[in-house]
Each structure stands twice: as structure tokens, then as C-alpha cells.
């Protein structure tokens, strides 16, 4: 098992705006090396309830890139978020220009020697700092983040585009919600409709419905057709009798989750994105959340992207604090 | 939607919000909206009956609004508040979660507020329009916030609320000062832990003191130049001279729950604007009352960014409102005392104070009874 490489300023740039956001909802994340891509992973039991990821692709992150072992070329491991965001904070303060990485075993004492992932960077100062490991992990642990990382954008018929303004709109709206109800109900409609709407013991409702959203793909987009047959009446009763409309008539894909989770997941948006992308899963399982830097890779706008998915609250009754 | 009895418009979101969170006297605290021609009153009590606070929205405070006395059919109902055509009891902790919803949107759009839907319920809605960013679909991107918060009926009935109510009559003494050195002093008498005495004599010269006396802590008195022409006070008058005591978890409450953005710093008369001001009445059975004489919109600038003066980009609109409350709140040192319970009510349109309320019955006879007098 083998794995050296340079990480490219760029690189260092993006690791320091993602981890942060993993550091948000847990202690430890895992990486995963695939000879493409760069993967930082975290699932439920790690983040609480989410599974989220961002994937770079090592032409994007990275000047030189070697990678072996016995499991198809991939390595992961696992590591605690704080340790590495100060290696990152480190490394942008120190205005490293050459980083390499290395994953590397220290003879701790006689008879055990330990992983360490290898920071050896030269800028104003030149520092070489360890970051201690688990694993590196076996080919079943891989598997089931290999699961984690392929599993979205493959059941979700349709998606909403949220530039920045309404991605932060939608986050804030998450927060303010928190005070009110424990659970969330979000819907979309191919009419470019999003909501979300909480309750409070039956005696208070809160929600926010965005309209006028673009649909992806293009060919699902039904939001000329539908406004043939809607008035345009801006009431705030409208909101509600507009979702309960789009449900009665199955147009609506709804799904129940928890508003603390949601919010959690659209912290997303505090790593600069240019725009995410929500949608439902076909079997309403969960919700996906997809972050894009369409503007500011280098490689094509697929290069860099955060994906974040918020499972569905299965019974109403169901409390996950 | 003439259906509606209420169908206001507010346009300072995070004054509104700001301003209700000062009716908040006990963790679970009711209050009491009466909707009437002249504006909105919301009222709390503390559960000791003691205590009571009460904000008045007058009509103009709103960016529009509209009463349908003909809608309110069987709810209307005529309070003590007023001419009130309508009255309904809320979770103040609901509606200030829910209206902090609302609170971003603050200088981007204004917040509808209607009155009974089908259920009785307070309607909240806002709506934001922009262009969409992305060209290609060429569409404006909508936002509607909406908030529905079903009325409270237990433990405050709408008909036993007027009654309960507490009255100020016959008022003997007052005093008016800027709210932040009424919230000052209030502050600085808590560490005594005891009840606060506002003592007030015209002979042989005008004196007002504030006092505290602890078990262990002794005496801590503040007094306050209350000679002719005295730069702390705006207003004395004292027909009766004596010394009145009140719990002071209630004198906390009256004097410092309007956050400090909102009332602004004590001594910007210099710099031409005029400082939030309180007056504080004396009645019978030492029953004080205390207003606050709140602007909103200079808090909506605060908010915005800069600090309660006038260099904003809001232009010539803003000035003449300034202006207007500027006159205004220097006339109503004089004017809201008397006898009536609405603090600004001679505040003609265009001008934008809103009297926050507070009432409170004295301590009865502490003195010897409950011992505050020990020899130290």
C-alpha cells in the first residue's frame, strides 16, 4: 500500500472549505482515496443522522497524485475532523505553496509503530505535521463508503435549482424553524415549487414555499404548463392550498424530516457554493442535497461537489434529539 | 378579503418583534390582542396580577391597515383597551418564534398580519419577488413566508381579561428621563437583592431617589437632580411627596426587557436626535405606571447597520419622519400622563412612536411587617 502525493494550493483551498463543515456534525470523518477522485465521507453514525460527502477530483485538488494497493488502487481512513482542519488552518496560514502527503507508519515504541498521514509542506515556514489515523481501513469498510459516495443522484427523478440567495434563504428559514417544530415537511413539484412547512402541537405553522425554481433535468420542467392553470394569487392561504393541491393531485414529492437535520445539512451553503440542487428520492426514503462550485473549478463544474443526504422520519412520533 | 377583521402591514419586522419581546413577563406568557380602529394592543400580566405590560401599535405605526368592524360579527367584544372590535388571546412565545421567521426579511418586504381565518387563527404572510439569477429560465423567483398561530382560549378568557386588567388612576407624581438611564439605574439597584423604593418630595427642594436595601447589603440609593432645569430629567411634577416600594423582578422587567438597539444610547441630544424617553407615573395606592416612548423607525436603521442617525440611504422619506417624531416625542413628556392609558396618543400621523406600557402595584406596608428595616 502506497500513497504519496503534492496537493496544489487549489486543493488546500477547498479541503479548508469543506472540512469545517464536516467538523459541524462530527468528530470523525473518512477519507478515501480512488486513483480519480478524493473523497471525505462521513455517514450517519458520524454526522448524527446525515451521510454527507464531497468529492474533488485528484486533477483538481492535487499537482501529483500516487496511489497503490492490493484493493483496486483505493485507500481509506479515517481521522478526526479538528485534527485535520488545524493541519489545513495551518497550512493556509504558513501560505504553504508545495504540500506533500504522505501515508506513513512511526515506530511509536519498540514493537508497535502507528499510521500517521503526513503533511510536509514549504511556504514561509516549513512544517511537517502528522495526523494520527484509523485504519488504514479494511476492503468491507471501504465497500460501505464506496456505498455512501455512489448511492446519490441515482433515485431522484427530478431536482430544484437554489441559487446562493435562495440556498441561504432555505438554510435560515431551517434555523427559525427549529424554535417551532421538531419536523419538517418538505415538498417539491416539477412546477418549480419548494416547501417547507413545520407545525407546533397543532396550533402553530410555519412555512416557506419558493416558486419559479428551475427544474432538472430541463425535460421535467412543467412550470409553463402548470401556470396555465394556477391564478396567481401571492396569499398566504395560497401557499398552503397550492401544496395541499400539488399532493392531492400527486404532483408534489413529499417527505417528512427532521427540521435540526435539514438545517444541519444546508450548512452546506456556508461553503460557498454557487448554487444546490434539492431533490426527493423516488421512495420518498430521503432527501438529497447537492452543493455545486459550477464557477469556481477549474476542471468542469463536476470536479468539486458536497453532497448531502437527510434520511426521512419514518413515524411521526419519532424524536431524534 | 373583506372577511378579514384585521389586515395590517408592518414594515419594521425587527422593531415589531423586538417591541413584543418586552411583553414577555413570565416563561409561558399569554397576552391579549385587541384589534380597534385606532390600532392593535397587546397586553400581558404577570401571573401575580401584579404586573401588567402593554404595547400600542397605532394604526400608523402599519405600513397599511384596514378594520372590518362588520366582519368581527360574534367576536366583537368592547374591552377597557378601547373601542376594541375584536379580541383574541396568543402565545407570546409562539408569535415571537414564528415572527422571528420573518425577521430576515426585514427592509426587503413587508410582513401581511391578518385576523381571523377560518379557525380563528393569526395569519402571517411575506412575499419576496426577485429575478432569477439563472438566465435560462427567465422566470422570477418567488418566496411567501406564512405563519398561522391558533388563538389561546385557556387560562385568559377574553371577557374576564378586561376585567382583569390593572388600572392606573389619579395620578399624584411623574418623572420622565431617557430609557437607558431609567435601565441604568434600575440595573445598578439588583445587586442589593431586595425591593426598590422611588422616593420623591417637592419640599424643600424637588428630590427623586431610587433605593434598595438589602439584609446583608445595606442601603444602595441613587439620587437623581430633579432641581428646576435639571439636564437628567425632561419632567417633575410631585403633588404628593413620599416614598412607594415595588418588587423589583417587576421594576426589571419594566425597565430593561426593550433591548438596547431600540432604545438607543442615553445622551444623543447633543448630537440632534432625540433618546428614547420613559416617563413614570405615580398614582393612586403608589400604583406606578411606566411608558416608553419606543421609535421604531430609528430602530429599523439601527438594524440596518448603521446607529440611530439619520445618514442612511433611505432619503427624503426618512428625514420627514424624523422630524416628525423628533417633535413628537418632545411633546409627549407633557402630553401622556393624563389620567389616560395610551402614552402617545396625541401623536399625529406620520410620526412613528410606539408606547410600551408597564404597570405595577407597590409593596404594601413592607416596611415593618417583612423586616427590610433591620438595624444593620
Known amino acids: 500500500m502506497k500513497f504519496k502525493c503534492t496537493l496544489s494550493s487549489m486543493g488546500v483551498t477547498w479541503l479548508e472549505r469543506f472540512v469545517p463543515i464536516f467538523e459541524k456534525m462530527g468528530k470523525e470523518l473518512s477519507v478515501l482515496f480512488t486513483p480519480e477522485t478524493l473523497h471525505l465521507v462521513q455517514g450517519a453514525a458520524d454526522s448524527g443522522g446525515l451521510e454527507l460527502h464531497a468529492d474533488l477530483l485528484v486533477k483538481e485538488a492535487f499537482d501529483e497524485y500516487r496511489i497503490a494497493s492490493n484493493n483496486a488502487d483505493k485507500i481509506a481512513v479515517k481521522l478526526e475532523t479538528a485534527t485535520l482542519y488545524r493541519v489545513l488552518r495551518g497550512l493556509v496560514g504558513s501560505e504553504a505553496t508545495h504540500v506533500e502527503v504522505k501515508l506513513i507508519k512511526r515506530v511509536i515504541r519498540e514493537g508497535l509503530s502507528l499510521p500517521f498521514l503526513n503533511f510536509a509542506s514549504t511556504g514561509l515556514v516549513d512544517i511537517t505535521q502528522d495526523v494520527p489515523l484509523g485504519g488504514p481501513l479494511n476492503k468491507r469498510e471501504l465497500e460501505d463508503l464506496e456505498h455512501i459516495v455512489q448511492a446519490n443522484v441515482v433515485n431522484v427523478p427530478y431536482w430544484l435549482n437554489l441559487d446562493r440567495q435562495a440556498t441561504e434563504g432555505a438554510h435560515q428559514a431551517a434555523e427559525r424553524f427549529k424554535a417551532v417544530g421538531p419536523r419538517t415537511e418538505l415538498a417539491t413539484t416539477k412546477a418549480g415549487s419548494l416547501h417547507l412547512a413545520t407545525a407546533k402541537g397543532g396550533s402553530v405553522t410555519l412555512g416557506t414555499e419558493y416558486r419559479g425554481l428551475p427544474v432538472l433535468p430541463v425535460a421535467e420542467d412543467q412550470y409553463e404548463t402548470a401556470q396555465g392553470g394556477v391564478d396567481d394569487d401571492d396569499d398566504a392561504a395560497g401557499a398552503s392550498e397550492r401544496l395541499a393541491e400539488a399532493v392531492a393531485s400527486g404532483s408534489a414529492a413529499l417527505v417528512a424530516v427532521n427540521t435540526k437535520q435539514l438545517w444541519k445539512g444546508l450548512q452546506g451553503v456556508q461553503t460557498n457554493p454557487s448554487n444546490a440542487m434539492i431533490g426527493v428520492a423516488s421512495n420518498r426514503g430521503h432527501m438529497e442535497l447537492v452543493f455545486r462550485y459550477d464557477r469556481q473549478t477549474v476542471n468542469g463544474p463536476d470536479a468539486v461537489g458536497l453532497f448531502v443526504r437527510v434520511p426521512a422520519e419514518i413515524d411521526e412520533d419519532f424524536d431524534f434529539d | ?376
Not at chain 2, 444610547?265 to 440632534?272: D, I, L
Request: with cysteine.
Open chain 2, 1 to 376: 378579503m373583506d372577511d378579514w377583521v384585521l389586515d395590517a402591514r408592518v414594515d419594521q419586522i425587527r422593531s415589531f418583534v423586538s417591541v413584543l419581546g418586552a411583553l414577555k413577563l413570565s416563561k409561558r406568557q399569554l397576552v391579549h390582542v385587541s384589534v380597534a380602529e385606532r390600532g392593535v394592543t397587546v397586553v400581558a400580566q404577570d401571573p401575580s396580577k401584579s404586573l401588567q405590560a402593554q404595547v400600542n401599535f397605532r394604526a400608523e405605526t402599519f405600513a397599511s391597515y384596514r378594520v372590518n368592524a362588520s366582519a368581527a360579527g360574534t367576536q366583537g367584544h368592547v374591552s377597557g383597551v378601547g373601542s376594541a372590535v375584536g379580541t383574541f388571546g396568543l402565545d407570546l412565545g409562539s408569535l415571537i418564534d414564528v415572527l422571528n421567521a420573518f425577521a430576515p426579511l426585514d427592509g426587503e418586504c413587508e410582513l401581511s398580519m391578518r385576523w381571523p381565518d377560518r379557525d380563528n387563527s393569526l395569519v402571517l404572510a411575506a412575499l419576496t419577488v426577485r429575478d432569477a439569477a439563472d438566465p435560462h429560465a427567465g422566470r422570477p423567483a418567488r418566496m411567501c413566508t406564512h405563519a398561522s398561530i391558533a388563538p389561546e382560549v385557556d387560562g385568559w378568557s377574553t371577557t374576564s381579561a378586561a376585567d382583569a386588567e390593572l388600572v392606573f388612576r389619579g395620578e399624584r407624581n411623574a418623572f420622565a428621563m431617557p430609557t437607558t438611564a431609567l435601565r441604568e439605574i434600575v440595573d445598578d439597584l439588583e445587586w442589593p437583592c431586595a425591593p426598590m423604593t422611588i422616593a420623591m418630595s417637592s419640599h424643600p427642594s424637588p428630590s427623586l431617589s431610587f433605593s434598595s436595601k438589602g439584609k446583608d447589603t445595606g442601603e444602595l440609593r441613587i439620587d437623581v437632580d430633579a432641581t428646576p432645569g435639571s439636564s437628567a430629567l425632561t419632567e417633575f411634577s410631585c403633588a404628593e411627596s413620599g416614598a412607594w416600594t415595588y418588587r423589583y423582578r417587576f421594576m426589571k422587567a419594566a425597565a430593561s426587557s426593550l433591548p438596547p438597539a431600540l432604545v438607543g444610547p442615553a445622551h444623543a441630544r447633543e448630537e440632534g436626535g432625540s433618546p428614547t424617553m420613559t416617563r413614570v407615573a405615580i398614582g393612586e395606592g403608589g400604583v406606578v405606571k411606566i411608558v416608553h416612548l419606543v421609535h421604531m423607525n430609528r430602530a429599523a436603521h439601527a438594524n440596518a447597520g448603521g446607529h440611530h442617525h439619520h445618514h442612511h440611504s433611505g432619503g427624503y422619506g426618512d428625514s420627514q419622519r424624523y422630524g416628525g417624531v423628533g417633535g413628537g416625542t418632545r411633546g409627549t413628556g407633557g402630553t401622556a400622563g393624563h389620567g389616560g392609558t395610551r402614552g402617545g396618543g396625541t401623536q399625529g400621523p406620520g410620526s412613528y412612536v410606539v408606547p410600551v406600557t408597564f404597570v405595577a402595584y407597590a409593596e404594601v406596608e413592607i416596611d415593618e411587617d417583612e423586616g427590610y428595616n433591620e438595624p444593620l
